[in-house]
């Protein structure tokens, strides 16, 4: 394939979209995914090159990815086929809008005509369904992909076709929550890196929308992942930005979680009054809660055995283990049973919560019950308990054969 001169036809129409480098491959990526069922490989280096015209003809499928994410022709996006091209050129143009065309017929079950709150909708379905995926696996990279691709999904008909503006605000809302679950993902499975980009693009989708339910939703993950970073002052701020937002003062239902998630971020900071304060807020918040009021299926999953969970891990963080391992057992008791990511995640702090009362046989016993099963945010606090076990016991045969099974376990697990 012959070198040419820059793109400068790819260039404007990334600066119409707004689109950055990194941007484009995602979207690329994911357009992909929609039409073949597998994710695309594109990378910000490979647009550069695309952009600075190292190749006047790419590879089918990042013509195809290209095509998808502007509606038009690899060539009308400044690239030329060589001769042995342009004899098939009019079939593979007319074979990929079918195919593409066919695929978001599929997916979304619409139409050229305007949008419509059925449509939002029908749109909205997948978001179920990826919650109850979270429930029971926590941050897998297929959860993150699909809420992505789906939120990407959105987007895309919002370029193309016409609705109201009540419409519009559903779709960006939409679109928002279906990122925030990606960010969530994300930082469920401690990769930062994914949950910040995330992040960016749902607080800009969720302030389209001017909906406050979902911007609580971000900056309490966003409190999360800074816990995450240690960086605990953006932790609390975003904490503090999410108990703020006017859904709480409207609900008690997102007040008692808001203040709940702040007690353990103040606890994490050792703002040891602040943080008892917050579990105080919480308790009072879910007194006076209305059960019978319709929320959002991402809040589902907060209930009393969540609270007391959240509560053991601020007692934890305190210091508190007695206290925490009663909160703990609570949790376990009350929690329904298609939370398996959640069971997996509170028995591993009742692990913790026993070790650093110094029963040191109970916690390995508890914590071999789940050694594995465990992904993500669980893996993580298991690895806190293997650090809290040599400090606290280095030279117990109970350390050393519990360390071995963890390091079997989890060599078979990688």
Known sequence: MRPMGENRILMKRMLAEGLTQEELARRMNNALLEVTGRPGNTSARNIHNLLKGRTSWPWRRTRVA???VF???AEELGFTPPPSAQQEDPLRRRTFFATAGGVAAVATGLTHRSLGMADVRRLGAELDKLVDLDNH?????QLESRAQAAAQRILDLQQQRSASQRVRSALYLLAASYTSTAMWAAVDAHRTDNAQGHLERANYLATMSGDSSIQYRIWSHAAILALQLHRWPDAIAAAAVARQTSITRRDPFFASLAHARS?????SAGERTSALRALDHAAKAWDRVDHELPRPPWM???????LDGLSAITYLRLGRGAEAEAHARRTLSGL???MQRNRLYYTAYLALAQ?????IDRACDTADTILDQTVGRSRVVLTEFRRTLH????DATRTRVWTEHHHDTWKDSR
Request: glycine share 18%; proline share 6%; charged share 25%.
């Open 66 to 68: 290209l095509e998808r």
């Open 355 to 359: 070790l650093h009362q110094g029963d």
């Open 137 to 141: 696996t926590g941050g897998a990279q």
């Open 391 to 394: 400090r606290t016991a280095p």
């Open 71 to 73: 509606g038009c022709t």
């Open 300 to 306: 589902g999953f907060f209930d009393q055995a969540e």
């Open 263 to 267: 007690a353990g971020t103040y606890a």
């Open 336 to 338: 329904r049973p298609d």
